[in-house]
Each structure stands twice: as C-alpha cells, then as structure tokens.
C-alpha cells in the first residue's frame, strides 16, 4: 500500500505517527477493527471518490493502530503506540514526583516493565521468539533499569545533605530512565540480531523466502534503542525545567503548591504527546539497507521484475 505522507522526510513521519499515537483509537472494539482491515483489503471493491478515500485512509490508520504489521495480531492496548501516552503518562508523573529511593524504584519497576512490553509488542516478529528467552530478556531489561535507578539514589543520597538530595531526587527520573529505556529496548529486542529479519523489496515481498538477515537486524535494533532514549528528553527535562525556570508557573506555584502535580502531569503528557512522535519519526520504521552492507547471500540477488541486480533492500525496523 502507498503511504498517506511521505516516508523518507521526518515531517512526513512525524504527521503519521501524530495520528497513529491518537488515543482515540483505543476505544474501537476488535470487531470494529478487524472491519477496517477487511475494508482496506478489499479496497479494489470500493467507489473511487474522494469521500470513500477518507475512509480508507481512517480505516487503514485504526487498523494499523491495533494490529502488528508481521503478525496480523492485535496489540493488547496498554502497548500500543496509541496506548503509551495515557498508559505511561502517570508513570512518569509519579517517578518525577518520587522524593525518596523506594517509591523510585517502584515505579522505575513499574514504568520499565510497560516499557519491556510494549518493546516486545512492537517489534519486527517476524522470527519466533521463545517464552524462555522473552522472560529472560524482561528480567535483564527491568533488572539493569532498577540497578541505575537504585545507583543515581544511593549515590545522591550518600553524597548530598538530606534537604538538598530530596531536590536532587527528581532529576533522577531522567537519567535513570535514558539509560535504563535504552537497555530496556536493546536487551528485549536482542533476539532480533540472533535469529536475523527478512528482507524485502520496494512492494514489501521477501527477496529470500525463508532467509534472514542478521546486519539489518542489528542495524534496526541499534537505531530503535536510539529512538528510546531520545524519547526521554522532552518527557523528563522539559516538565521539571518549566516548572522552576519560567517566573510565571515558579510564583503560581509558589502560593499554589496543591497545583504542582495536576501542572506537572499536564506538562508530561503535552511532551510525551509531542516527544513520542517525534522520537518514533527520527527513523523510518520500513527502513532501507544497502546490498553492500548485508550478507553475501543477498549481495548477488536480481528484482525478478527488471532483472537487475538489486542496490537496496528494505526491513521492517518495528517501533
């Protein structure tokens, strides 16, 4: 299928991840979703007018939304990209306003667990992945995440009198979390570059049915981890930063201090509202790779349809 707006710019990925991240899409029921991807199917069958158009671009834009691009399964809505903002939104409000190691690590726990799974959710599937290694693969993810979170606080705390290690606390959040989201994303997503993905050509059809390519995989790891810790940035340092850096908010709050939470959590959720989308469209999720750059298999294919050698393949790098 073509694309609504143009892939190989980041406006044009950003524009569709602005719409894929809407969280009205996770009130459609799976029959609703399940017609829109028989609609988009059967598009053929539809009347060719600008009305239905919009109706297919909706339909494909809510089925998209639900179902894993490999697979065809539905994702469970709390890892949906249209799920993380309001899912992990109060997660992350709760580690900004944890003042001590204990509710820290708990929702560090807590908000690198939705992290492990929506990881797990939205990557390339298109190799199995066994019960075995997805469980061991959570516990290294969530378990290196607690240790940073738990260092940084141990650290602050040990080092800085108590007044000035509580201020301290709260910008632990954001380092721990780089850090942390980005191990998260490699160790879950690891598999990946042991079992290889497959790699396509300009239409999506596999160019060596039954082959996989472990150099995109890596590749495709290695630039979805980015993409994580990137995340961080708007969702962690600008909500802090506004909150004591603008005169405006600093007064308000100063002789409102019952309206710094309902403040702080509006402040996230506008930067994770922006932040996920931007980070997501830093790279193109159906990427390309060169035929130089992969395996020796690949490297001599020729496009059945021209009978050229191929210069560049694509992959699905997940989300």
Not at 35 to 61: G, K
Not at 125 to 151: H, R
């Amino acid at each position: 299928y073509g694309q609504r707006f143009d892939q190989s710019t980041f406006t044009g990925r950003f524009f569709k991840m602005i719409l894929a991240c809407d969280p009205r899409l996770l009130f459609y029921s799976s029959t609703e979703v399940r017609h829109c991807q028989a609609m988009v199917e059967n598009y053929e069958e539809s009347p060719d007018t600008i009305e239905n158009h919009r109706a297919l671009w909706e339909a494909r834009r809510i089925a998209e939304s639900a179902l894993h691009p490999d697979t065809g399964e539905e994702v469970p809505r709390p890892f949906r990209m249209s799920g993380f903002v309001p899912f992990n939104g109060p997660i992350c409000v709760a580690m900004i306003a944890s003042q001590s190691t204990v509710p820290l690590m708990f929702w560090s726990w807590i908000n690198q667990s939705q992290n492990a799974l929506v990881n797990y959710f939205n990557r390339n599937a298109s190799s199995p992945l066994s019960n075995e290694t997805l469980a061991v693969s959570y516990g290294a993810a969530v378990g290196s995440a607690l240790a940073v979170a738990f260092g940084l606080a141990s650290f602050i705390q040990k080092r800085y009198p108590a007044e000035q290690a509580k201020a301290l606390l709260r910008w632990v959040s954001f380092p721990s979390a780089v850090v942390a989201s980005s191990l998260n994303c490699y160790i879950v997503r690891r598999p990946e570059m042991d079992t290889g993905i497959p790699l396509l050509n300009d239409v999506g059809e596999d160019v060596l049915p039954g082959e996989t390519s472990k150099e995109a995989a890596k590749v495709g790891v290695h630039l979805t981890t980015a993409s994580r810790a990137i995340l961080q940035l708007p969702v962690y340092f600008l909500p802090p930063a506004l909150l004591g850096a603008v005169p405006v908010i600093k007064k308000y709050l100063s002789k409102n201090p019952a309206a710094t939470l309902p403040i702080t959590t509006y402040l996230l959720l506008v930067s994770f509202g922006f932040g996920l989308p931007a980070a997501v469209a830093t790279f193109p999720q159906i990427s390309e790779i060169s035929v130089h750059d992969v395996e020796e298999k690949f490297q001599h294919l020729r496009d059945p349809r021209t009978g050229r050698p191929y210069e560049v393949y694509c992959y699905n790098k997940g989300l």
